[in-house]
């Protein structure tokens, strides 16, 4: 089985980074026309952004995808990701490890790149008679480039799983379950 996984949010929460969600008008605040009107109050909210991830470990389901070698696009800034050695990860957002955070309003060159992946891994699956999957793990898919991306994995074929509860439980059994090694 051909896998893609696409991280939000969730998958980093039990590692004790708060999502958008527990920390009102933080999301409001990171974009390119906030930074310019406003830029006291945003250099404030990239300071917390950076507060609540730097010194933060990879979480149980981290490690569970880089065991896997699965590919993986997330829009968290982290770097958890990496940190728990995963090989391909797109930050579209950027990371605060690069110092290089993506306001919204900027474009970044991870956006093409994974929606190519996401196509790629379909078409390889079909080539080889396999299944593919699109793998969406803590995400609330609130973003256009994450229906973006999702319509582009259902539109080419791919198997659609969501896991938005208990990720560090649920993943690693997830990927226990359905990738042989």
């Known amino acids: 089985m051909k896998i893609v996984a696409l991280t939000g949010a969730g998958i980093s ?5 708060p999502t958008f969600e527990e920390v009102p008008h933080l999301k409001e605040k990171l974009s390119v026309e906030f930074k310019e009107a406003h830029p ?10 950076k507060t609540n991830v730097i010194g933060k470990e990879p979480t149980k389901a981290h490690y569970a995808l880089a065991d896997t070698d699965i590919p993986i696009i997330t829009m968290n ?9 995963s090989k391909i990860v797109y930050e579209i957002h950027g990371s ?3 110092d290089n955070i993506v306001l919204y309003g900027q474009s970044i060159h991870y956006e093409l790149q ?11 699956a079909e080539e080889r008679y396999e299944k593919s999957l699109f793998l969406i793990i803590g ?3 609130q973003t256009s480039f994450a229906h973006h991306l999702l319509y582009l994995a259902v539109s080419s074929g791919m198997q ?3 896991i938005n509860e208990n990720a560090d439980e649920e993943v ?7 990738i042989k090694k």
């Open 77 to 85: 800034i982290d770097g958890l990701h990496t940190k728990a050695g």
């Open 139 to 141: 995400s609330s898919m």
């Open 114 to 124: 994974s929606k190519r992946l996401v196509w790629q891994t379909a078409m390889e």
């Open 96 to 98: 605060v490890e690069q």
């Open 13 to 17: 929460k039990s590692a004790g980074i």
């Open 160 to 162: 659609i799983h969501y």
């Open 40 to 49: 006291e109050e945003f250099n404030e909210a990239i300071n917390l952004l």
């Open 172 to 178: 690693p059994k997830f990927l226990t379950e359905n």
